[in-house]
């Protein structure tokens, strides 16, 4: 199994930056991609960025030019830069990898969530 842990979140002012950490720990050869997804209150949770193993982002149109995604697999860490932050940003963010546990099955991992609040 993989664990996935976030940190990072907290309080900050619209135009802030603030850098979110995801670690994974257990089988994180099975890894392949991951991704930052982001739920808002009364809304449904999306996909906020995402990286492959070969280094591949791809971008919500909403955080595209504001945000960074990127990966340190000797530490096993996912990164999620966020500048210009704006209200909206606001929302609990989750880490989310995709394993590859067989040749024919995949799996999913979710982090417990860190809680990102930009104030106006």
């Known amino acids: 199994q993989v664990q996935l842990v976030e940190s990072g979140g907290g309080l900050v002012q619209t135009g802030g930056s603030r850098r979110l950490s995801c670690e994974a720990s257990g089988r994180t050869y099975q890894i392949n991609a991951m991704r930052w997804y982001r739920q808002a209150p009364g809304k449904e949770r999306e996909l906020v960025a995402g990286?492959?193993?070969?280094?591949?982002?791809n971008y919500a149109d909403s955080v595209r030019g504001r945000f960074t995604i990127s990966r340190n697999t000797a530490k096993n860490t996912m990164y999620l830069q966020m500048d210009r932050l704006l209200p909206e940003d606001t929302a609990v963010y989750y880490c989310?990898?995709?394993?590859?546990?067989?040749?024919?099955?995949?799996?999913?991992?979710w982090g417990q969530g860190t809680q990102v609040t930009v104030s106006s």
């Open positions: 990286i492959t193993s070969d280094g591949t982002t």
């Open positions: 989310n990898a995709k394993l590859v546990v067989s040749i024919e099955a995949t799996m999913e991992a």
